[in-house]
């Protein structure tokens, strides 16, 4: 990058009767109109804003001068400036000396002018804890007026579109800019997304079975749970069928007392059957009686078990006559459907619970840019409302291969981690999928981006105190930098801080020219 850039802009304008333009004029003359010339440059230090009129050799010639430090974009209210004029025939230079600031960053710089011909001219800035050279490239001094106003209407007239934004608003208000570079940026693609929960992240727990919710304290929505947390208990309604828990425990009871007593009686009639006090046909009467009581014991548990098995895909198990309702996953609760003492019917939901640490963006990707997105590195999430997107890192990326019949756009999912609660299950935004590539272009920060009906554009800075409004053509956004295909170049100065009052000042088109009064 050079260390320096110069920008000159040689514009006209004229000044009316005693209208001093800045007090840029040619000392003990009277002349009713006159020209104004303007130069703008910056260094690493400092930008300079300078009127003056045109150079004529052995004119005394007042120079309006502004400094601002680009430290902070404030006005330097130290020191001294002096201007340097340097022949090219190599004689010794010609220094025309400047005075203390009048006015936080106003100086003036008041000399004779040297013989007509050619210098090299520069700018010096000597301030306490600073000291600065502003290269002006070439000048010419004109034997007289006549030719020197000549020379100044040659020069470009100014753009009447051009914003007047004055020096002393620039100090008063915050603002700052940025020199436009070239840089690489990663290529990305930006996609409408939403947050959704992961596979497997979301569980409804229902009732398990008829019954009145009962708990010590109602859990409320947003309340992280562990997996197997303890959420309530059912109890279930008795039934006259025998279908509730103590029905089914005292049938299992009943049918294990009909298989022992059905094994004792087998017992007895085998001892008989070897005495020979009873025929062989007892014996299998009461084997066939045993095996029946075993089968009804074996049936009486397994609906037992069945009814508690219930449970499991209900968030609960059996306790007593009720039924423990606990977390299938850990997370947050989403909903909460429950009400302390009311019943519900079996399948009737309870809570909702959602996995919040870690969720799943999906992105509704063009089908034409489906490979590229798939190769996905990293993830900027811009939220409406928010001035930073989100960094993202993408964990697993994967999609079905199917467009969607709605958006005609396929929807990749991509799981991110969560662990701070950024991210909120539902929200949408702006996704930019950033590929491994690079592009270089010219990049600008991205605060100095704004939007007018969905059209990107910055405020280039023309000259010290002008401003244009220019549309770019947005390739990438990458930590904090926007790059641009067109409507800017290396070399430019964009607004970054300040950019509102610029556009206020745009519809301020009648802005004295005098500005401020040197």
């Given amino acids: 990058m050079m260390r320096r850039t110069l920008l000159v802009a040689l514009g006209v304008s004229l000044l009316v009767a005693t209208a001093c333009r800045r007090g840029a004029t040619s000392a003990g003359q009277g002349s009713p109109e ?91 800035v000597n301030a306490p804890g600073l000291s600065d050279r502003h290269d002006l490239g070439s ?137 020979r006090a009873v025929p062989g046909r007892r014996v299998e009467d009461a084997r066939r009686a045993a095996a029946v009581a075993e089968a009804r014991l074996t049936a009486a548990k397994a609906r037992l078990t069945q009814r508690d098995e219930v449970l499991r895909s209900g968030g609960g198990t059996a306790s007593g006559n009720a039924f423990v309702l606990r977390a299938p996953i850990a997370g947050r609760l989403a909903e909460v459907f429950a009400a302390l003492g009311a019943s519900y019917t079996e399948g009737a939901p309870l809570f909702r619970i959602v996995r919040s640490d870690r969720v799943e963006l999906q992105a509704q990707v063009p089908p034409n840019e489906a490979a590229t997105a798939r190769t996905v590195t990293a993830i900027a999430f811009e939220i409406p409302g928010l001035p930073d997107a989100i960094a993202l890192k993408p964990d697993h990326v994967h999609d079905a291969g199917v467009i969607d019949p709605k958006t005609r756009a396929l929807p990749l999912q991509i799981e991110v981690e969560n662990r701070n609660g950024q991210l909120l299950v539902g929200q949408t935004g702006t996704a930019i999928l950033y590929t491994g590539r690079t592009q270089r272009m010219a990049v600008v920060p991205q605060d100095a981006v704004l939007m007018e009906a969905g059209r990107p554009y910055v405020f280039v800075q023309i000259s010290g105190e002008r401003f244009g409004r220019r549309f770019i053509d947005v390739v990438s956004r990458d930590n904090g930098l926007v790059g641009v295909r067109a409507g800017v170049k290396p070399g430019d100065r964009v607004v970054t801080r300040g950019a509102y009052d610029v556009q206020l000042a745009s519809a301020a088109k009648g802005l004295p020219a005098e500005g401020h009064v040197h």
Avoid: C
């Avoid at 007047?164 to 990305?188: C, H, I, M």
């Avoid at 010590?216 to 279908?243: C, I, K, W, Y």
């Fill in 139 to 275: 000048t010419t001094v004109f034997a007289d007026e006549p030719s020197a106003n000549a020379d100044a209407e040659k020069q470009p007239e100014k753009d009447a579109a051009a914003i007047a934004y004055l020096k002393e608003q620039q100090w008063t208000n915050p603002f700052s800019t940025a020199l436009v570079r070239e840089g690489d940026v990663r290529t990305s693609i930006r996609v409408p997304a939403v947050i959704e929960p992961v596979t497997g992240g979301e569980a409804l727990v229902a009732a398990p079975s008829d019954g009145r919710y009962a708990s010590p304290q109602l859990p409320s929505v947003g309340d992280r749970v562990a997996a197997g947390q303890t959420l309530g208990r059912l109890e279930p309604r008795l039934s006259s069928n025998g279908e509730d828990r103590a029905s089914l425990e005292s049938a299992v009871t009943e049918a294990q007392t009909a298989l022992d007593g059905a094994k004792a009686d087998l017992a007895r009639a085998e001892r008989l059957l070897e005495e």
């Fill in 34 to 124: 006159e020209h104004t010339l303007d130069v703008t440059s910056w260094t690493e230090q400092t930008e300079l804003y300078m009127e003056h009129p045109p150079l004529v050799a052995g004119r005394t010639v007042r120079f309006a001068v502004h400094l601002t430090k680009l430290a902070d974009f404030q006005a330097l209210n130290t020191g001294r400036p002096s201007i340097e004029m340097s022949p090219a025939s190599g004689d010794t230079a010609v220094v025309l000396p400047g005075s203390d600031p009048f006015r936080p960053g106003a100086f003036r710089v008041e000399g004779k002018l040297p013989p007509a011909g050619q210098y090299r001219w520069a700018l010096l």
